[in-house]
């Protein structure tokens, strides 16, 4: 059956509005997706007829939001086929998720922390803390200029001294996915923990966590027609528990007296003082509107919107594509010959065409590509070809202003 891309865009209120007198092509997916009804609906009805803080409350509303948050967690869960709710720990996004884990991990001076290139600045900044604080050192696997990964060197960067691989599961520049399965293995046998961060993978393909045997998994849910201020940690829960606490606070202790404290047990250990409430309540009606959604469906035409805008690229000699593996996610990064790429961007946003432009928090990526920025498109089940066909008439109207 052909995907019915039009009554998936009926699901988004956003999509019908105009911007600069033009229609909106909305191409910035990768930094954040627009909100189905079904979210938007869930969180303001959650606030109109049940609202109350969760977990310790004895009366109806307590209870009734206990219990939305909770049913959240446990959608999230079978999302990624986690094997318990208990592996779940509710973040304010992705960034944070991964600020627990390397915060709470044992970390002395000399030893090790792997990372990629193509990471982003979430996933590199909180192991600089380690590095500044406790003497911690990272090490760089390379890629080549398609964003593969050499996992020959992976393993030769791996070392007694190693305490964990962190690593993205997709680019967020380049779009490609990396081979999480074959990455945990090689850690693995030398007894070092994975982390990887799947912000953009989740979106766009099937996420097993146990099938990958992962350590810990991180994503964001606005990415993923959610709201903002909520993300996912998952942990295997002896990783969780060998965890130090992140943050201070009720709900993740057990017994506070004048001289002592004891901590609860994962995940409420990581999920300090009154939690996103309401935004897990999205995330839960976020993830429960895409998995009831075709998704092979929409992989394939999302593969094909990306082939589409890559073959129209392609063939203007006076723009860079960045990132061309075969076995990619749908973002598109690129450059115009000669035209910064903010300014690409602001000409494409008065033609109704939202990209984004910039390092993409990578700016050790752009160093290997040797470009201080580029512009990105990025898209989602929502997008059509008619926008790609807009998208790519715009950076024509773009190159003869700029040239």
């Given amino acids: 059956m052909r995907f019915d891309v039009q009554a998936t865009r009926a699901h988004f209120p956003i999509l019908s509005r105009q911007v600069n007198g033009r229609p909106l092509v909305y191409l910035d997916n990768a930094a954040s997706a627009q909100k189905p009804e079904a979210v938007i609906e869930a969180m303001a009805g959650a606030m109109r007829g049940q609202y109350a803080n969760v977990h310790r409350g004895l009366h109806t509303l307590a209870n009734e ?53 193509m990471e982003h600045h979430s996933n590199i900044v909180p192991w600089h803390f380690l590095r500044e604080r406790r003497g911690a050192v990272l090490k760089w696997l390379d890629i080549d200029d398609d964003g593969g990964i050499d996992l020959e060197a992976l393993d030769a960067l791996i070392t007694p001294r190693t305490k964990m691989v ?5 680019s967020n520049v380049l779009g490609v996915k990396t081979p999480a399965r074959r990455i945990v293995d090689i850690a693995h046998a030398k007894g070092v923990p994975v982390l990887l961060d799947g912000c953009q993978a989740v979106v766009h393909g099937n996420v097993d966590v146990q ?18 201020g909520i993300g996912v940690l998952y942990g295997k829960l002896d990783r969780l528990a060998a965890l130090a606490p992140f943050e ?9 007296e004048q001289g002592r404290v004891t901590y609860n047990e994962p995940p409420h250990r990581f999920e300090a003082g009154t939690p996103p409430i309401l935004e897990a309540i999205g995330l839960g009606a976020a993830i429960e509107w895409f998995a009831a959604q075709d998704r092979p469906a929409i992989e394939a035409h999302e593969a094909a919107l ?75 089940c929502y997008n059509t070809h008619e926008e790609v066909d807009v998208f790519v008439e715009a950076l024509h109207k773009a190159r003869k202003l700029l040239s």
Avoid at 211 to 228: E, N, S
Avoid at 248 to 256: A, P
Wanted: some cysteine; glycine content about 10%; overall charge negative.
């Fill in 306 to 380: 990306r082939d589409y805008a890559m073959d129209g690229l392609r063939s203007l000699n006076w723009v860079k594509l960045y990132g061309e593996a075969r076995d990619k996610g749908a973002i598109v990064a690129f450059n115009i010959e000669g035209a910064h790429p903010h300014d690409v961007a602001q000409i494409l946003d008065r033609q109704g065409v939202a990209v984004r432009a910039g390092h993409h928090c990578a700016q050790p990526l752009m160093q290997r590509l040797g470009v201080s920025a580029t512009a990105r498109a990025s898209f989602a």
């Fill in 166 to 170: 962190a690593l993205t599961h997709m």
């Fill in 65 to 117: 939001t206990t219990e939305a948050f909770e049913q959240a967690r446990a959608r999230v869960q079978h999302f990624i086929n986690a094997p318990t709710p208990e592996s779940i720990v509710f973040t304010k996004g992705g960034t944070q998720a991964i600020n627990i884990v390397a915060a709470g991990i044992d970390v002395k001076s000399g030893d090790e922390i792997v990372l990629s290139v």
């Fill in 211 to 228: 099938a990958l045997d992962l350590d810990f998994y991180v994503f964001t849910g606005h990415k993923l027609y959610g709201p903002t």
């Fill in 248 to 256: 201070g606070g009720g709900e993740m202790i057990d017994i506070v």
